[in-house]
């Protein structure tokens, strides 16, 4: 062998390892590069969406929100008419129960003044 030939050979072997692992990365990098991109564009769009639909969900909420408290104030201004008219259909049973009183007690004729 001539001299030096095994120095050169192992360099040689180093470069070559060296060369291989190089192209292997950029090989690597090349092939799933546009699939990390791609996979990154599909995450965006999903978090946009993922927003809108947060947005619209508030909105629906704060809507909703709003139609509860005036249903919650018509409701109690109808208990509160109704509990009105109810005290004034008491007053008019009242009265007419003491106008059936006094007409009775004017027909048996008691001492009581009939009109």
């Given at each position: 062998?001539?001299?030096?030939f095994?120095?050169?050979?192992?360099e040689?072997?180093?470069f070559?390892q060296?060369f291989?692992?190089c192209i292997?990365?950029?090989?690597?990098?090349?092939?799933f590069e546009?699939?990390s991109?791609?996979g990154k564009?599909?995450?965006?769009e999903i978090?946009?969406?993922i927003?809108?639909?947060y947005?619209?969900t508030?909105?629906?909420k704060t809507?909703?929100?709003?139609?509860?408290?005036?249903?919650?104030?018509k409701?109690?201004?109808?208990?509160k008419?109704?509990?009105?008219?109810r005290?004034e259909?008491?007053?008019?049973?009242?009265q007419?129960?003491e106008?059936?009183?006094?007409k009775?007690?004017?027909?048996?004729?008691?001492?009581?003044?009939?009109?």
């Amino acid at each position: 062998m001539p001299d030096g030939f095994q120095d050169r050979y192992s360099e040689f072997q180093d470069f070559e390892q060296k060369f291989e692992e190089c192209i292997s990365k950029s090989a690597v990098k090349t092939k799933f590069e546009q699939h990390s991109q791609s996979g990154k564009d599909i995450v965006s769009e999903i978090q946009q969406i993922i927003d809108c639909m947060y947005d619209q969900t508030q909105q629906l909420k704060t809507q909703q929100a709003v139609a509860k408290d005036k249903l919650v104030d018509k409701l109690e201004n109808a208990r509160k008419e109704l509990s009105l008219v109810r005290e004034e259909m008491k007053e008019k049973i009242r009265q007419m129960v003491e106008d059936v009183e006094q007409k009775v007690s004017c027909f048996r004729g008691t001492s009581v003044t009939c009109t």
